[in-house]
């Protein structure tokens, strides 16, 4: 038989592009882009866009040699984004600053922002950890890391994280999703149906969902939003959309499939899921926005929403949905974020 | 009994009515009519021994899938209700009769007997082999129509490749065991098990959760970078692999395995259309919790003892190094700028 099923035969090469995480920053989107070599390893671009009528501008920015977990703002608009290897890189001018090393230009590409790295350690109460991030998310105080064994930490400066709050549990996986904050508290959200709440000014606590206990340890929390009156709108596996205000928390909506991003976009809010884009009117309803696109985290860049395309055209190709809505125009375009 | 068991008494009702008299136009529209009203009432809890279980999303999908493919099929002319197979109707709506706690607790005495082995030592007999595969009806061959096609067709399945993997019937993905964080096979339809995923994005998705316990589990293994590496043992790697296997074989969401149309799959595009694609455990979603707890581990068990049955097998055995970390660069060389 010539029949060749062998899932691991690369394409093109070797090289496959897959997008990471995006997030906004100073107005423009930024994506983070996985690239697999041929031996397997992971390396990461940062990639910064600018939407140009109905073309989305694309300038890569700087190349790192280990997997992007996450990518964020400051209030400043500045990006930082953290790898697996424990490296917090950002475009922030730190070059005077002690520590930081400033990351080597890609000779192929010129007037680009200046990059800085430096490695991170995870000390917790009993010494330094073995961790992997998940998530960022800059607070007042620092930028909050989530990790794949259930525990936040806070980053100001230095070289290393403290530890912020445990929700470690041995024999249950799964980490931190998502941190978000709302106008009066931060929000944790993650497996074993994490749901950890900080008010401005106040500590870290737990807040039960609208499950049975028995439950709680299978929920998995994916991702939330700040909705219409200041609480916590948030996704969890399987589709419900779950309502936190203060410590009471409700589901207020079931939306018909996997969602995996939940954004507000020109004043309505919207999850996106494996099976399209669903609004939330608040009302209970779901509505069907666009029907059988697969989308991933999504993001409101002002006159579009752009979200992972979770089945881009090819192997070879990062690719988003970008849905396109200003006065006289209403489109759903799949650009290309870069491919091999 | 519950209501929501009696609205799905309505509804099987009114297919039957429906499948008598297919000329019947009065019928064939109050079927359409009570799918319509029921497509969103799920049965939210059942009752073991006297005690009422809530049912959670994850234990939903099957039907919610079910009722997809059915909405599909009403709302294209050329096909009418004697299309649907009885078991989509059966799957879409379940009566309480056909929860069968009989079948349930049969499965979880197994599992808990299957959890008593040993992975590393246990050998299974045959029956409970089969017994579990029929459980499982695995995912792997559910994949993108082409994969299927050929995995049918390749009468090379048996053949070794200890690179490849231990073909097609089980999850531990062979970039798994090598360690690799560069799994194919999940980028494009064509490619796909999971069609729908990529594996560096979709933080909350199994595949993201997958990916990061491998990088986790990596990282922990690897311990102070400073220090010269240690090859783990294959065992060792494994023993891990089980933790992550579990979780995500007791989270994953249960569908049934169905088709729709009584012609079956006659090609690629009926088949992207109208298959309902399953990860079934027994009686999907009418376990609790602590059951489904007992299948996955013990789902994940009998995989990894085939699993080492054929890396034994394929003279590689347990007590073998396995070489995660030889390959790792000490210099890095910059990729290639992508094409934007």
């Not at chain 1, 403290?162 to 999703?177: A, F, M, S």
């Amino acid at each position: 038989m010539s029949d060749d099923i062998n899932p691991s035969t690369p394409a093109h090469g070797g090289r496959r592009y897959q997008l990471a995480d995006l997030t906004m920053a100073a107005g423009v989107p930024w994506f983070a882009v996985h690239v697999s070599d041929e031996s397997g390893h992971t390396s990461s671009w940062i990639i910064r866009g600018e939407l140009d009528g109905e073309h989305l501008r694309l300038q890569p920015q700087v190349w790192v040699p280990d997997a992007i977990q996450a990518i964020v703002s400051d209030s400043d608009g500045q990006v930082w984004a953290i790898t697996s290897e424990d490296e917090l890189i950002t475009n922030t001018d730190l070059g005077q600053v002690a520590g930081w090393r400033q990351v080597t230009p890609h000779p192929q590409l010129n007037a680009r922002d200046e990059w800085y790295s430096r490695t991170l350690g995870y000390v917790a109460t009993d010494g330094q950890s073995v961790e992997l991030a998940e998530c960022l998310c800059w607070a007042s105080d620092g930028l909050l890391i989530g990790t794949f064994s259930r525990r936040l930490y806070r980053w100001t400066s230095g070289d290393v994280a403290r530890l912020e709050h445990d929700d470690h549990i041995v024999g249950t996986l799964g980490g931190v999703n998502n941190i978000v904050q709302t106008q009066d508290a931060i929000y944790a959200l993650g497996y074993a149906g994490l749901i950890l709440r900080r008010p401005v000014g106040g500590t870290w606590h737990r807040i039960d969902g609208p499950w049975p206990t028995e439950a709680g340890a299978f929920i998995n929390m994916i991702a939330g939003v700040e909705g219409p009156r200041g609480e916590l709108w948030a996704i969890a596996a399987g589709g419900s959309v779950v309502s936190v205000a203060g410590d009471v928390t409700r589901t207020i909506a079931q939306v018909p499939g996997e969602p995996l991003g939940i954004t507000r976009f020109q004043r309505q809010w919207f999850v996106s899921t494996l099976d399209g884009c669903y609004e939330l009117p608040g009302d209970g309803d779901t509505v069907l926005i666009k029907r059988d696109i697969l989308m991933g985290k999504s993001i409101d860049a002002g006159n579009c929403l752009i979200a992972v395309d979770a089945e881009p055209q090819h192997a070879d190709h990062a690719q988003v949905h970008l849905w396109l809505r200003t006065r006289n125009r209403d489109a759903w375009l799949r650009p290309i974020i870069c491919r091999a | 009994m519950n209501s929501s068991f009696a609205a799905m008494t309505l509804m099987r009702n009114a297919y039957e009515a429906a499948l008598r008299a297919p000329s019947d136009a009065v019928a064939q529209a109050a079927f359409v009519a009570a799918h319509q009203a029921q497509q969103h009432t799920f049965v939210d809890s059942f009752d073991v021994a006297g005690i009422t279980y809530p049912r959670t999303d994850g234990h939903t999908l099957s039907e919610r899938e079910a009722r997809e493919v059915i909405s599909r099929i009403l709302s294209n002319p050329a096909y009418s209700v004697s299309d649907l197979r009885p078991s989509v109707i059966e799957a879409a709506y379940p009566l309480q009769a056909d929860v069968l706690r009989a079948e349930i607790e049969a499965t979880v005495a197994r599992a808990d007997k299957i959890n008593g082995l040993d992975w590393r030592t246990d050998a299974l007999d045959a029956s409970t082999k089969q017994a579990m595969r029929e459980l499982l009806r695995m995912p792997t061959l559910a994949g993108g129509y082409k994969i299927i096609s050929q995995v049918r067709s390749a009468a090379n399945a048996q053949v070794l490749n200890i690179y490849r993997g231990y073909d097609a019937d089980h999850l531990i993905p062979d970039k798994a065991l090598r360690g690799s964080l560069h799994r194919g096979q999940s980028f494009s339809l064509d490619q796909s098990y999971a069609t729908f995923m990529q594996d560096s994005q979709n933080r909350g998705s199994q595949h993201k959760f997958v990916t990061d316990a491998q990088k986790h589990t990596r990282k922990r293994l690897r311990g102070d970078p400073t220090l010269l590496a240690k090859n783990p043992t294959t065992g060792e790697y494994l023993e891990h692999v089980l933790e992550w296997m579990t979780h995500v074989y007791t989270t994953a969401d249960l569908g049934v395995d169905v088709a729709v149309r009584n012609s079956g799959l006659a090609n690629s595009d009926e088949f992207k259309r109208f298959n309902v694609k399953g990860f079934a455990l027994a009686q999907a979603g009418f376990m609790t919790w602590n059951e489904r707890k007992s299948v996955g581990r013990a789902v994940a068990m009998v995989l990894l003892i085939e699993a080492r049955e054929f890396y034994t097998a394929a003279g590689w055995p347990m007590d073998r190094e396995l070489p995660l970390f030889y390959d790792v660069p000490s210099t890095v060389t910059q990729q290639p700028v992508p094409v934007t």
